[in-house]
């Protein structure tokens, strides 16, 4: 009776320990419902929320179904707004209208305009036609475009020829550009040949440069192939070094193969060090 009396009382406390963690896990188990069913899950229990949650869900519901309304989405269900929210979603869907119109967009539904908005439609329409000719895009429409208008594009589009020409660009159109215009192009196709040559670019066409220029090439040239041989690239070309640029070179090279010998990390050619040099070194390093 009395070991009886002890295991009773053992397995109460067992629960009463274990009562905390079940009460936890039980907790966040219907934590977790709740929110399955605010943001419309499978997985949403109706059946475990309290009262209080289900109007919570009601209201998660239903806003979430307004913001598919306001968004155009095929989940909007009208039926289920308020008359209030009902009217202003036909005001939202107006002015989407109004912009997807006056945008251009293929949405817009012409039908549903005032009179006065689908003027502000045609009117923005207009402009973008505009706008399209001075661009020069194939949805250019030149038959709508007043005198004026097309004057304006004119001069647009001889701008816009005459930056192609100044910047190299390939749409450029030569006969199109006044004197000023074309010696500005012209100007600008020698400083690019220039550079070019400068830069060592393939582009370069040395009959174009002047003596000056010419000079200035030949210096730019030596420069980068002199850093070439100080960098041991490919590129370098031992021929075209002055003798005191060859000098430095070898002498630098000599210092690097010496601390290269001396260090015992790097390449290292014993048979260019001097006897002090080869005297100086470690036996264990040699």
Not at 15 to 31: G, V
């Amino acid at each position: 009776m009395k070991a009886n009396f002890q295991k009773y009382l053992w397995a109460q406390l067992a629960c009463l320990s274990l009562w905390p963690i079940l009460a936890f896990a039980q907790s966040s188990d219907l934590a977790q419902n709740l929110a399955d069913c605010k943001a419309g899950r499978d997985t949403c229990d109706h059946s475990r929320l309290s009262q209080s949650e289900a109007t919570e869900v009601a209201l998660a519901v239903h806003g979430r179904n307004v913001a598919n309304c306001r968004n155009g989405y095929d989940s909007c269900d009208r039926s289920k707004l308020t008359e209030s929210e009902s009217i202003a979603l036909a005001v939202a869907d107006h002015q989407r209208n109004v912009t997807d119109c006056n945008d251009g967009m293929l949405s817009c539904d012409r039908s549903k305009l005032t009179p006065l908005e689908a003027r502000e439609m045609a009117a923005a329409q207009h402009q973008r036609n505009i706008t399209d000719c001075k661009d020069g895009w194939r949805a250019c429409d030149r038959s709508t475009l007043t005198a004026a208008e097309n004057e304006e594009v004119n001069v647009a589009r001889r701008q816009i020829n005459a930056s192609d020409c100044e910047g190299g660009s390939a749409p450029c159109d030569q006969v199109q550009l006044t004197p000023s215009q074309s010696r500005n192009a012209t100007d600008a196709e020698h400083r690019r040949n220039a550079q070019n040559c400068e830069n060592g670019w393939d582009a370069c066409d040395h009959s174009k440069l002047t003596p000056s220029e010419a000079r200035q090439t030949v210096s730019s040239e030596h420069q980068r192939n002199l850093a070439a041989c100080k960098d041991g690239q490919e590129t370098c070309d031992y021929t075209k070094l002055t003798v005191p640029e060859a000098k430095m070179l070898a002498d630098a090279e000599h210092k690097r193969n010496y601390a290269a010998c001396l260090r015992g990390y790097g390449y290292c050619d014993p048979i260019r060090l001097t006897a002090d040099e080869t005297r100086s070194i470690h036996p264990e390093v040699r």
